[in-house]
């Protein structure tokens, strides 16, 4: 399913993520391996939840709700942890 290769003295790995019913091929760090995996999963819950939640959305807004769902999750983080540091 993956290769590995050295990349400027880095391990690469190459992978194949998939989304709903399509597949990205990536080249990432070996050490960002599993976050990769963990954010294919994630997304791909979040696609089902909406999926269930609205049947007759098409997957251009099945997909754009859960960009915004993440994005929003991702910046809510950041700003807590902005205000934490300023405490």
């Given at each position: 399913?993956?290769q590995?290769?050295?990349?400027?003295?880095?391990?690469?790995?190459?992978?194949?993520?998939?989304?709903?019913?399509?597949?990205?091929?990536?080249?990432?760090?070996?050490?960002?391996?599993?976050?990769?995996?963990?954010?294919e999963?994630?997304?791909?819950?979040?696609?089902?939840?909406?999926?269930?939640?609205?049947?007759?959305?098409?997957?251009?807004?099945?997909?754009?709700?859960?960009?915004?769902?993440?994005?929003?999750?991702?910046?809510?983080?950041?700003?807590?942890?902005?205000?934490?540091?300023?405490?």
């Amino acid at each position: 399913e993956f290769q590995q290769f050295e990349k400027n003295k880095i391990l690469q790995q190459q992978l194949k993520i998939k989304i709903g019913d399509r597949e990205y091929p990536l080249v990432v760090s070996a050490s960002d391996l599993p976050r990769m995996r963990d954010a294919e999963k994630l997304i791909n819950e979040r696609l089902q939840e909406y999926r269930n939640t609205f049947p007759t959305a098409d997957r251009t807004d099945l997909m754009a709700m859960t960009a915004l769902f993440l994005a929003n999750a991702l910046l809510s983080n950041s700003d807590s942890n902005a205000t934490e540091s300023t405490i």
